[in-house]
């Protein structure tokens, strides 16, 4: 379970979010929406560690993140707006790479395995990354979510780029991983098909 308590972001002399407190249970999506700058990112940041919040904690089943800062790290994984590839890399290469630096061992064969299950076919996985259109970029991108056993996602704008294909195999995946316990916190401005029994939503108003 995560808990989001008070919390206020201030970016620059602009207030983004103020006194915000919420609940994601296991097996629950939370749709973070808003227009363009109401701070969807950077709340997402902030569950990341990669924001410090102006006020306000942030709990993981109960404990404060910072007092547990390893162990929830290692329990989350998190996919930006921007794909964050290599472009000189294979996406083989890149997915690797990302996830050891995550500290997740996976072999080659995995990568490859994830790859196809985004849709990506055997012959692209050894081409340059800067060659891919960009959603074959974002699908190399959300492959660590087909390796990845962590139980909190965080990802920020995960359909941008995708075509409706695509988009029914990360759907697919979401729930997957909502099925078995899995905690997911998305910033989008689509709607997202998951079922609203797990479902819940979140607006920004910036």
Known sequence: MLHVD????LRGERRLITALSFTVQRG???AVTGENGSGKTSLLRMLCGLLPAEQGRILWYGEDVRACKERYLASLIYIGHLNSLKDDLTPVENVT???RLAGEEISEGKTC??????????PIHRLPTRVLSQGQKRRVSLARLW????????LDEPFAALDASATRLLMQQLRSHLNTGGIVIAATHQEIDVGADCLDQLRLAG
């Open 28 to 30: 629950r999506l939370l």
């Open 6 to 9: 008070n919390v206020s972001c």
């Open 97 to 99: 790479i990302s996830a």
């Open 147 to 154: 390796l990845s056993q962590r139980s909190l996602w965080i």
């Open 113 to 122: 395995e994830a790859l196809e299950a985004v849709g990506l076919a055997r």
